[in-house]
Nanobody, 126 residues
Framework: QVQLVESGGGLVQAGGNLRLSCTAS????????LGWFRQAPGKEREFVAA????????YYADSVKGRFTISRDNAKNTVYLQMNSLKPEDTTVYYC???????????????????WGQGTQVTVSS
């Protein structure tokens, strides 16, 4: 139903910045929470940030507060993850997701999202 496509990943040096984008092929975000997750090989999928499309309420993992910013552009059906002051430990595949979590705790759980993008690789060199 909902098709999500991530872009913007790449290779940067530690301390650098990247902006990830996630675009839906059709307008399906109005009632959804859009989240960013990351998953390194052999690790659990980790919550990064989320935004409620209606109203723009945001949520962040403690590990990225003050460094990452999630935002949306309604006209483009796109959610962004601005990543600043990147660290080598940020290296992994980043996924965007859409779902209908009710509480802030649910918004941080990958199992509460129904639709996922293909992922985009972020590599931070030291």
């Amino acid at each position: 139903q909902v098709q999500l496509v991530e872009s913007g990943g790449g290779l940067v040096q530690a301390g650098g910045n990247l902006r990830l984008s996630c675009t839906a092929s059709e307008r399906t975000f109005s009632s959804y929470v859009l989240g960013w997750f990351r998953q390194a090989p052999g690790k659990e999928r980790e919550f990064v940030a989320a935004i409620r499309w209606s109203g723009g309420r945001t949520y962040y993992a403690d590990s990225v507060k003050g460094r990452f910013t999630i935002s949306r552009d309604n006209a483009k059906n796109t959610v962004y993850l601005q990543m600043n002051s990147l660290k080598p430990e940020d290296t992994t595949v980043y996924y965007c997701a859409a779902g209908l979590p009710i509480t802030s705790a649910q918004a941080m759980g990958a199992h509460n999202y129904d639709y996922w993008g293909q992922g985009t690789q972020v590599t931070v060199s030291s």
